[in-house]
Protein backbone atom coordinates (compact mmCIF):
# COMPACT_ATOMS: atom_id res chain seq x y z
CA UNK A 1 0.00 0.00 0.00
CA UNK A 2 2.51 2.20 0.50
CA UNK A 3 6.21 2.59 -0.79
CA UNK A 4 8.86 5.25 0.54
CA UNK A 5 11.60 5.84 -2.17
CA UNK A 6 14.48 8.34 -1.55
CA UNK A 7 17.91 9.14 -3.06
CA UNK A 8 20.22 11.95 -3.91
CA UNK A 9 19.41 14.05 -7.18
CA UNK A 10 20.75 11.68 -10.24
CA UNK A 11 20.47 7.99 -8.22
CA UNK A 12 17.38 6.96 -10.90
CA UNK A 13 14.28 8.01 -8.77
CA UNK A 14 12.18 8.77 -11.98
CA UNK A 15 13.62 5.94 -13.26
CA UNK A 16 12.18 3.74 -10.92
CA UNK A 17 8.88 5.13 -11.10
CA UNK A 18 8.69 4.92 -14.94
CA UNK A 19 9.85 1.24 -14.41
CA UNK A 20 7.29 0.72 -11.44
CA UNK A 21 4.03 2.69 -13.48
CA UNK A 22 5.04 0.28 -16.35
CA UNK A 23 5.15 -2.88 -14.49
CA UNK A 24 2.24 -1.91 -12.94
CA UNK A 25 0.11 -1.24 -16.28
CA UNK A 26 1.62 -4.05 -17.75
CA UNK A 27 -0.40 -6.00 -15.48
CA UNK A 28 -3.10 -3.33 -15.06
CA UNK A 29 -4.22 -1.60 -18.20
CA UNK A 30 -6.97 -0.07 -16.63
CA UNK A 31 -4.94 0.96 -13.81
CA UNK A 32 -5.96 4.76 -12.63
CA UNK A 33 -2.74 6.09 -11.87
CA UNK A 34 -1.58 10.11 -11.26
CA UNK A 35 1.30 11.52 -10.64
CA UNK A 36 1.74 14.77 -8.39
CA UNK A 37 4.33 16.95 -6.66
CA UNK A 38 3.64 19.73 -4.09
CA UNK A 39 4.46 22.67 -6.49
CA UNK A 40 4.19 23.71 -10.50
CA UNK A 41 7.70 23.43 -11.23
CA UNK A 42 8.22 19.96 -9.31
CA UNK A 43 5.13 18.73 -11.51
CA UNK A 44 6.56 20.00 -14.75
CA UNK A 45 10.25 18.35 -13.77
CA UNK A 46 8.04 14.91 -13.03
CA UNK A 47 5.80 14.86 -16.42
CA UNK A 48 9.34 15.34 -18.77
CA UNK A 49 10.67 12.89 -16.67
CA UNK A 50 7.96 10.42 -17.08
CA UNK A 51 7.26 11.30 -20.80
CA UNK A 52 11.41 11.22 -21.47
CA UNK A 53 11.43 7.53 -19.47
CA UNK A 54 9.11 6.04 -21.40
CA UNK A 55 10.76 6.39 -24.65
CA UNK A 56 12.39 2.79 -24.06
CA UNK A 57 9.29 1.18 -23.20
CA UNK A 58 6.92 -0.82 -25.07
CA UNK A 59 4.33 1.66 -27.28
CA UNK A 60 1.17 0.60 -25.30
CA UNK A 61 2.81 1.05 -22.02
CA UNK A 62 4.46 4.24 -23.02
CA UNK A 63 1.22 5.65 -24.70
CA UNK A 64 -0.96 5.16 -21.48
CA UNK A 65 2.45 6.27 -19.02
CA UNK A 66 2.64 9.48 -21.47
CA UNK A 67 -1.41 10.05 -20.95
CA UNK A 68 -1.54 9.91 -17.63
CA UNK A 69 -2.25 13.21 -15.51
CA UNK A 70 0.47 14.97 -13.87
CA UNK A 71 0.26 18.23 -11.76
CA UNK A 72 0.14 19.69 -8.25
CA UNK A 73 -1.16 18.50 -4.81
CA UNK A 74 -3.47 21.32 -4.29
CA UNK A 75 -5.16 20.85 -7.51
CA UNK A 76 -5.13 17.24 -7.09
CA UNK A 77 -7.34 18.09 -4.10
CA UNK A 78 -9.11 20.68 -5.62
CA UNK A 79 -7.99 23.53 -3.39
CA UNK A 80 -10.03 26.75 -3.63
CA UNK A 81 -7.10 28.60 -1.28
CA UNK A 82 -9.18 27.41 1.80
CA UNK A 83 -10.28 24.22 1.58
CA UNK A 84 -9.86 21.20 -0.08
CA UNK A 85 -12.81 19.92 -2.60
CA UNK A 86 -11.66 16.65 -2.43
CA UNK A 87 -12.12 14.54 1.09
CA UNK A 88 -12.98 11.31 2.90
CA UNK A 89 -16.67 11.90 1.91
CA UNK A 90 -15.90 12.96 -1.85
CA UNK A 91 -12.20 11.01 -2.01
CA UNK A 92 -10.05 10.80 -5.07
CA UNK A 93 -11.18 8.07 -7.80
CA UNK A 94 -7.09 6.64 -8.31
CA UNK A 95 -5.83 3.11 -7.74
CA UNK A 96 -2.04 4.46 -7.90
CA UNK A 97 -0.97 8.10 -6.40
CA UNK A 98 2.85 8.86 -6.66
CA UNK A 99 4.01 12.32 -5.22
CA UNK A 100 7.46 13.41 -6.18
CA UNK A 101 9.86 15.99 -4.32
CA UNK A 102 8.02 14.82 -0.66
CA UNK A 103 10.59 17.03 1.12
CA UNK A 104 8.74 20.01 0.20
CA UNK A 105 4.91 18.35 1.50
CA UNK A 106 4.47 19.94 5.46
CA UNK A 107 1.88 18.11 7.75
CA UNK A 108 -0.98 19.64 6.75
CA UNK A 109 -0.80 18.97 3.16
CA UNK A 110 -0.14 15.48 3.74
CA UNK A 111 -2.88 15.07 6.22
CA UNK A 112 -5.59 16.48 3.53
CA UNK A 113 -3.82 14.20 1.06
CA UNK A 114 -4.32 11.09 3.01
CA UNK A 115 -7.57 11.87 4.01
CA UNK A 116 -8.44 12.35 0.27
CA UNK A 117 -6.82 8.97 -0.67
CA UNK A 118 -9.81 5.64 -1.24
CA UNK A 119 -8.86 2.93 1.10
CA UNK A 120 -7.79 1.02 -1.80
CA UNK A 121 -4.99 3.64 -3.24
CA UNK A 122 -1.59 2.71 -3.35
CA UNK A 123 1.14 5.53 -2.42
CA UNK A 124 4.43 6.03 -3.99
CA UNK A 125 6.18 8.66 -1.95
CA UNK A 126 9.36 10.29 -3.81
CA UNK A 127 11.79 12.32 -2.43
CA UNK A 128 15.71 13.45 -1.18
CA UNK A 129 15.83 13.46 3.01
CA UNK A 130 18.75 16.27 2.63
CA UNK A 131 17.18 18.42 0.87
CA UNK A 132 15.75 21.23 2.68
CA UNK A 133 12.68 20.55 5.45
CA UNK A 134 8.92 22.39 4.03
CA UNK A 135 8.06 26.02 5.35
CA UNK A 136 5.14 24.62 6.81
CA UNK A 137 4.78 22.29 10.18
CA UNK A 138 5.54 18.88 10.06
CA UNK A 139 8.11 17.80 8.08
CA UNK A 140 6.76 14.76 6.73
CA UNK A 141 9.89 13.18 4.86
CA UNK A 142 12.33 13.67 7.73
CA UNK A 143 10.20 12.01 10.17
CA UNK A 144 9.52 9.05 7.97
CA UNK A 145 13.46 8.36 8.15
CA UNK A 146 13.33 7.96 11.49
CA UNK A 147 14.83 4.91 12.42
CA UNK A 148 11.94 3.66 14.14
CA UNK A 149 9.74 4.45 11.24
CA UNK A 150 12.03 2.93 8.40
CA UNK A 151 12.05 -0.26 10.56
CA UNK A 152 8.19 0.16 10.78
CA UNK A 153 8.15 0.61 6.39
CA UNK A 154 10.87 -2.40 6.15
CA UNK A 155 11.38 -3.56 2.57
CA UNK A 156 8.65 -0.89 1.63
CA UNK A 157 11.51 2.19 2.23
CA UNK A 158 13.89 1.86 -0.31
CA UNK A 159 17.03 4.00 -0.67
CA UNK A 160 19.08 4.72 -4.00
CA UNK A 161 22.69 5.91 -3.51
CA UNK A 162 24.36 5.55 -6.82
CA UNK A 163 24.18 8.58 -8.62
CA UNK A 164 24.37 8.81 -12.50
CA UNK A 165 24.30 12.21 -12.87
CA UNK A 166 25.87 15.19 -11.10
CA UNK A 167 29.48 13.87 -11.61
CA UNK A 168 32.41 15.71 -10.89
CA UNK A 169 32.81 18.74 -8.11
CA UNK A 170 29.09 19.39 -7.52
CA UNK A 171 28.33 15.26 -6.45
CA UNK A 172 31.70 15.53 -4.42
CA UNK A 173 30.60 18.58 -2.54
CA UNK A 174 26.82 17.31 -2.25
CA UNK A 175 28.17 13.93 -1.02
CA UNK A 176 29.65 16.02 1.31
CA UNK A 177 26.64 17.78 2.66
CA UNK A 178 24.76 14.59 2.51
CA UNK A 179 27.43 13.34 5.00
CA UNK A 180 26.28 16.39 7.47
CA UNK A 181 23.10 14.81 8.06
CA UNK A 182 22.46 14.52 11.82
CA UNK A 183 24.20 17.46 12.70
CA UNK A 184 22.98 20.01 14.49
CA UNK A 185 22.94 23.04 11.61
CA UNK A 186 22.43 25.58 14.07
CA UNK A 187 26.22 24.15 16.40
CA UNK A 188 28.25 23.35 13.38
CA UNK A 189 27.41 25.82 9.79
CA UNK A 190 29.23 24.69 7.84
CA UNK A 191 32.41 24.58 9.16
CA UNK A 192 34.73 22.59 6.69
CA UNK A 193 33.52 23.97 3.66
CA UNK A 194 36.64 25.71 2.77
CA UNK A 195 38.86 22.76 2.98
CA UNK A 196 36.42 20.65 1.42
CA UNK A 197 35.69 23.24 -2.19
CA UNK A 198 39.90 23.27 -2.14
CA UNK A 199 39.81 19.09 -2.20
CA UNK A 200 36.96 18.96 -5.18
CA UNK A 201 38.33 22.11 -7.30
CA UNK A 202 39.88 20.13 -10.13
CA UNK A 203 36.70 18.21 -10.41
CA UNK A 204 35.56 20.87 -13.09
CA UNK A 205 31.93 21.62 -12.92
CA UNK A 206 32.13 23.53 -9.61
CA UNK A 207 33.81 26.99 -9.50
CA UNK A 208 34.27 28.66 -6.29
CA UNK A 209 34.83 32.50 -5.59
CA UNK A 210 34.86 34.68 -2.69
CA UNK A 211 33.72 38.16 -2.11
CA UNK A 212 32.62 40.77 0.63
CA UNK A 213 29.03 41.17 0.95
CA UNK A 214 29.76 44.43 2.34
CA UNK A 215 30.50 45.91 -1.03
CA UNK A 216 27.74 44.77 -3.09
CA UNK A 217 26.53 42.32 -5.60
CA UNK A 218 30.01 40.74 -7.15
CA UNK A 219 30.92 41.12 -10.55
CA UNK A 220 30.71 37.20 -11.05
CA UNK A 221 27.32 37.44 -10.50
CA UNK A 222 25.87 40.23 -12.25
CA UNK A 223 27.64 39.66 -15.41
CA UNK A 224 26.32 36.71 -16.48
CA UNK A 225 22.91 37.78 -15.33
CA UNK A 226 22.82 40.99 -17.57
CA UNK A 227 23.94 38.53 -20.54
CA UNK A 228 20.74 36.39 -19.31
CA UNK A 229 18.34 39.63 -19.22
CA UNK A 230 19.46 40.28 -23.14
CA UNK A 231 19.47 36.88 -24.32
CA UNK A 232 15.64 36.72 -22.71
CA UNK A 233 14.41 40.31 -24.22
CA UNK A 234 15.84 39.39 -27.26
CA UNK A 235 13.77 35.93 -27.99
CA UNK A 236 10.88 37.90 -26.31
CA UNK A 237 11.04 41.22 -28.71
CA UNK A 238 11.29 37.58 -31.57
CA UNK A 239 8.09 37.00 -30.44
CA UNK A 240 6.32 40.39 -30.58
CA UNK A 241 7.88 40.73 -34.35
CA UNK A 242 5.76 37.45 -35.39
CA UNK A 243 2.61 37.58 -36.97
CA UNK A 244 2.10 34.14 -35.24
CA UNK A 245 1.34 35.23 -31.23
CA UNK A 246 2.68 31.84 -29.96
CA UNK A 247 5.66 31.90 -32.48
CA UNK A 248 9.25 31.63 -30.70
CA UNK A 249 7.24 30.78 -27.48
CA UNK A 250 9.51 27.14 -27.06
CA UNK A 251 12.96 28.91 -27.45
CA UNK A 252 11.60 31.74 -24.63
CA UNK A 253 10.17 29.32 -22.20
CA UNK A 254 13.46 26.62 -22.23
CA UNK A 255 15.71 29.76 -22.43
CA UNK A 256 14.19 30.35 -18.77
CA UNK A 257 14.79 27.00 -17.67
CA UNK A 258 18.97 27.41 -18.29
CA UNK A 259 19.83 29.19 -15.32
CA UNK A 260 18.95 29.90 -11.73
CA UNK A 261 20.15 32.60 -9.11
CA UNK A 262 19.86 31.62 -5.77
CA UNK A 263 19.96 33.11 -1.94
CA UNK A 264 19.19 32.27 1.00
CA UNK A 265 17.83 35.09 1.66
CA UNK A 266 15.04 37.94 0.28
CA UNK A 267 16.65 40.53 2.21
CA UNK A 268 19.94 42.25 2.75
CA UNK A 269 22.76 42.96 0.01
CA UNK A 270 23.40 39.46 -1.65
CA UNK A 271 18.98 38.67 -1.19
CA UNK A 272 16.76 38.65 -3.85
CA UNK A 273 15.18 41.96 -3.37
CA UNK A 274 18.80 43.45 -4.00
CA UNK A 275 19.77 41.21 -7.05
CA UNK A 276 16.20 42.99 -8.70
CA UNK A 277 17.02 46.33 -7.55
CA UNK A 278 20.06 46.29 -9.42
CA UNK A 279 19.07 44.70 -12.74
CA UNK A 280 15.47 46.48 -12.86
CA UNK A 281 15.64 49.45 -10.61
CA UNK A 282 12.69 51.12 -9.24
CA UNK A 283 10.72 48.95 -11.39
CA UNK A 284 11.95 45.98 -9.11
CA UNK A 285 8.79 47.15 -6.84
CA UNK A 286 6.23 48.49 -9.28
CA UNK A 287 4.44 45.08 -10.25
CA UNK A 288 4.45 43.30 -13.67
CA UNK A 289 3.14 45.94 -15.46
CA UNK A 290 6.57 48.20 -15.17
CA UNK A 291 9.37 44.81 -15.82
CA UNK A 292 10.66 44.97 -19.42
CA UNK A 293 10.37 42.28 -21.88
CA UNK A 294 11.92 38.99 -21.31
CA UNK A 295 11.70 39.20 -17.18
CA UNK A 296 10.95 35.89 -15.53
CA UNK A 297 8.33 36.08 -12.82
CA UNK A 298 7.13 33.53 -10.46
CA UNK A 299 3.32 32.58 -9.65
CA UNK A 300 3.48 33.20 -5.80
CA UNK A 301 0.20 31.55 -5.26
CA UNK A 302 -2.10 28.77 -6.54
CA UNK A 303 -4.50 30.51 -8.75
CA UNK A 304 -7.00 27.60 -10.16
CA UNK A 305 -9.32 29.68 -11.92
CA UNK A 306 -6.08 30.91 -14.66
CA UNK A 307 -4.64 27.47 -14.28
CA UNK A 308 -1.64 28.62 -12.59
CA UNK A 309 0.04 27.13 -9.29
CA UNK A 310 2.30 28.23 -6.63
CA UNK A 311 5.61 28.03 -8.46
CA UNK A 312 4.95 27.96 -11.84
CA UNK A 313 7.68 30.14 -13.97
CA UNK A 314 6.29 32.20 -16.40
CA UNK A 315 7.92 35.75 -18.51
CA UNK A 316 7.23 38.92 -19.61
CA UNK A 317 6.38 39.90 -23.09
CA UNK A 318 4.88 42.66 -25.68
CA UNK A 319 2.15 40.99 -28.22
CA UNK A 320 1.97 42.61 -31.41
CA UNK A 321 0.80 46.65 -30.96
CA UNK A 322 2.76 46.58 -27.78
CA UNK A 323 0.29 45.22 -24.95
CA UNK A 324 2.24 43.42 -22.30
CA UNK A 325 1.08 39.78 -21.18
CA UNK A 326 2.56 37.63 -18.92
CA UNK A 327 3.35 33.90 -20.97
CA UNK A 328 2.79 30.90 -18.60
CA UNK A 329 3.06 27.09 -19.40
CA UNK A 330 0.88 25.71 -16.86
CA UNK A 331 1.13 23.52 -14.19
CA UNK A 332 0.63 20.51 -15.86
CA UNK A 333 3.60 20.34 -18.51
CA UNK A 334 5.40 23.68 -17.17
CA UNK A 335 8.55 25.56 -19.19
CA UNK A 336 9.85 22.92 -20.54
CA UNK A 337 10.13 21.45 -24.53
CA UNK A 338 7.09 19.42 -24.07
CA UNK A 339 4.71 22.32 -22.51
CA UNK A 340 6.01 24.62 -24.85
CA UNK A 341 5.13 22.87 -27.90
CA UNK A 342 2.15 21.97 -26.64
CA UNK A 343 0.19 25.22 -27.21
CA UNK A 344 -2.33 24.06 -25.04
CA UNK A 345 -0.48 24.31 -22.04
CA UNK A 346 0.60 28.33 -22.67
CA UNK A 347 -1.20 30.47 -20.69
CA UNK A 348 -1.73 34.35 -21.94
CA UNK A 349 -2.30 36.76 -18.73
CA UNK A 350 -2.55 40.43 -18.30
CA UNK A 351 -0.43 41.82 -15.90
CA UNK A 352 -4.08 42.97 -14.01
CA UNK A 353 -4.84 39.37 -13.54
CA UNK A 354 -2.15 38.61 -11.33
CA UNK A 355 -1.79 41.93 -9.24
CA UNK A 356 -0.01 40.51 -5.86
CA UNK A 357 0.20 37.15 -7.18
CA UNK A 358 3.66 37.21 -9.05
CA UNK A 359 7.32 38.38 -8.06
CA UNK A 360 10.17 38.91 -10.24
CA UNK A 361 12.22 35.78 -10.78
CA UNK A 362 15.74 36.91 -11.80
CA UNK A 363 16.56 35.60 -8.64
CA UNK A 364 14.82 33.28 -6.12
CA UNK A 365 15.44 32.18 -2.91
CA UNK A 366 16.57 28.18 -2.42
CA UNK A 367 13.46 27.30 -0.75
CA UNK A 368 11.26 28.89 -3.52
CA UNK A 369 13.56 26.93 -6.60
CA UNK A 370 12.88 23.24 -4.34
CA UNK A 371 11.88 21.30 -7.55
CA UNK A 372 13.50 23.12 -9.90
CA UNK A 373 16.45 22.29 -12.43
CA UNK A 374 18.44 24.40 -14.66
CA UNK A 375 21.68 23.77 -16.60
CA UNK A 376 23.83 26.48 -14.92
CA UNK A 377 23.40 27.56 -10.99
CA UNK A 378 24.97 30.18 -9.45
CA UNK A 379 24.45 30.36 -5.72
CA UNK A 380 25.49 33.15 -3.37
CA UNK A 381 26.27 32.29 0.07
CA UNK A 382 26.23 35.55 2.33
CA UNK A 383 26.93 33.65 5.84
CA UNK A 384 28.42 30.07 5.07
CA UNK A 385 29.48 29.51 8.64
CA UNK A 386 25.67 29.51 9.97
CA UNK A 387 24.16 28.21 7.09
CA UNK A 388 22.67 24.85 7.25
CA UNK A 389 24.18 22.55 4.96
CA UNK A 390 20.88 20.95 3.78
CA UNK A 391 20.39 24.78 2.20
CA UNK A 392 23.40 24.67 0.00
CA UNK A 393 23.09 21.03 -0.50
CA UNK A 394 19.69 21.72 -2.37
CA UNK A 395 21.11 24.66 -4.16
CA UNK A 396 23.89 23.22 -5.64
CA UNK A 397 21.61 20.05 -6.71
CA UNK A 398 19.03 22.29 -8.79
CA UNK A 399 22.17 22.09 -11.48
CA UNK A 400 22.30 19.86 -14.13
CA UNK A 401 25.93 20.55 -15.36
CA UNK A 402 27.72 23.73 -13.90
CA UNK A 403 27.53 25.74 -10.62
CA UNK A 404 29.18 28.53 -9.86
CA UNK A 405 29.61 29.28 -5.76
CA UNK A 406 29.89 33.08 -4.36
CA UNK A 407 30.29 32.84 -0.66
CA UNK A 408 31.14 35.34 1.98
CA UNK A 409 34.82 35.05 3.15
CA UNK A 410 35.71 31.46 4.47
CA UNK A 411 37.97 31.45 7.43
Known sequence: GLVLLGGGPGTGKTST???ILAAQLSLQPALRIQLAAP??????RLQQAIEDGAGCLAPDVAGKLRRTPCGTLHRLLESNGERFGRHRHRPLELDLLVVDEVSMVDLPLME???DALPATCRLVLVGDPAQLPPVGPGPVLLELQRPARLKALGEAAVQLTTTYRNHGAIAELANWL???????????????LASQLEACRSSGNLAWQQANPVRG??????????????QLASLAAAMASSSQ????????LEALGEMLILTPVRRGRWGVEAIHQALLGDAATAGPGAWPPGTPVLCCRNLPDLGLANGDLGVVVHRRGGARRLLFAAASGGPDRAAASNQDHLRWLHPAQMAGAVEPALALTVHKAQGSEADTVIVLLPDPERDDPRLLYTALTRARHQALLITAPLT
Open 17 to 19: VVQ
Open 39 to 44: TGKAAA
Open 112 to 114: ALL
Open 178 to 192: RGREGHDPQASGLQG
Open 217 to 230: LPAALLEPLRRRQL
Open 245 to 252: PTDGASAL
